[in-house]
């Protein structure tokens, strides 16, 4: 497959022409508007985000994902505009905002640390100092940069339905009105497993906001699961060897006879030394399944939390293992 580029004042055109088949592939990039577009009617299928967001139709919530490719080709192709003053300024003012808003906010949207925007606003001051000798737009380096920024930001006002009615405003706010009810899974379930499910589903959802997971909201949840896990290893092994102990002493069976029959002591031992076991197996599978998920970007948890839901029950089956270890601790 061949690639032609065509040039313009105000737009870019790339085409992709395929060598085996006939017809080709091609978008317009269009500069003074900041957006992508074609002369042909286009599917909603092209952008990926449409599967991620659920109920993008409005003509204006649209524009931002086409603002967002527009930057996206600008970091893939840093030549094909020029960065000025202007740009910079407007970076900035996002990026301060941003910072103002981590700040003041404790449920804000914004999925970066006050150090990354830190880092933002030092590597923004650098790109000034070079605009005025980029006159032949050959600092690419600084072009992608931009691009890349204004195209993360871009796309966090696609996520977060910014300017729609129902806009996202905090950090733990849905955009749809659908209320998750539990399914009679979890609800049978809850009781016997002392209502750790109902706990587990409510941190999952916490940090699974529409499908979406902000990346320092889900490593310090994994970090938790882990020593939750952990902790219930040890009080299960802890168990284990005191009814290994108990079970040990000849004088545990009735009357010190070997009977068919077992005492009732004894049957709640072993009851005991089975969810132990299982606390154990389950904990440490569990454990080893999410080591270093705490590292995961915000995409990696969001496939792997999307792939571990179930069409009917959702998040309920992850739920329900992730109370495992603990719910079999306390039945030992």
Not at 214 to 229: D, K, M, T, Y
Not at 286 to 292: A, D, E, G, I
């Amino acid at each position: 497959m061949s690639i032609c580029r065509l040039a313009w004042t105000w737009f870019w055109t790339n085409i992709l022409i395929p060598t085996e088949a006939r017809g080709c592939q091609y978008y317009f990039v269009n500069h003074v508007g900041r957006c992508v577009f074609w002369m042909d009617n286009g599917e909603s299928e092209m952008f990926p985000v449409t599967a991620e967001l659920k109920g993008m139709k409005s003509a204006s919530h649209i524009r931002h994902e086409l603002e967002a490719q527009y930057w996206l080709h600008c970091e893939y192709y840093p030549r094909a505009f020029n960065l000025t003053h202007e740009i910079i300024d407007e970076l900035r003012d996002i990026v301060l905002h941003a910072f103002g808003d981590v700040v003041t906010s404790n449920r804000t949207t914004v999925p970066w640390k006050i150090g990354d925007l830190n880092n933002m606003i030092t590597l923004i001051d650098g790109f000034t100092k070079g605009i005025d000798r980029n006159t032949t737009n050959k600092f690419s380096g600084c072009n992608c940069l931009v691009g890349r920024l204004m195209h993360v930001f871009v796309r966090s006002r696609v996520y977060n339905f910014h300017g729609e009615p129902g806009a996202r405003l905090n950090v733990d706010q849905s955009v749809h009105a659908t209320v998750k009810k539990q399914t009679m899974f979890i609800r049978t379930l809850n009781p016997l497993l002392f209502y750790a499910p109902h706990a587990q589903l409510l941190g999952v959802r916490s940090v699974n906001i529409d499908g979406l997971i902000r990346h320092s909201w889900w490593a310090p949840f994994v970090e938790g699961l882990i020593s939750q896990w952990q902790e219930s290893i040890i009080n299960a092994a802890v168990v284990l060897n005191a009814n290994v102990a108990f079970l040990s002493i000849q004088s545990v069976d009735q009357g010190g006879n070997i009977a068919s029959t077992r005492s009732p002591a004894q049957i709640a031992s072993y009851v005991s030394t089975l969810t132990s076991i299982a606390s154990i197996i389950i904990g440490l599978l569990l454990t080893s399944r999410h080591r270093n998920r705490d590292r995961d970007s915000a995409a990696d948890a969001a496939t792997f939390v999307f792939s571990r839901t179930h069409p009917k029950f959702g998040l309920e089956i992850l739920a329900v293992l992730y109370s495992l270890p603990y719910a079999m601790l306390i039945w030992s």
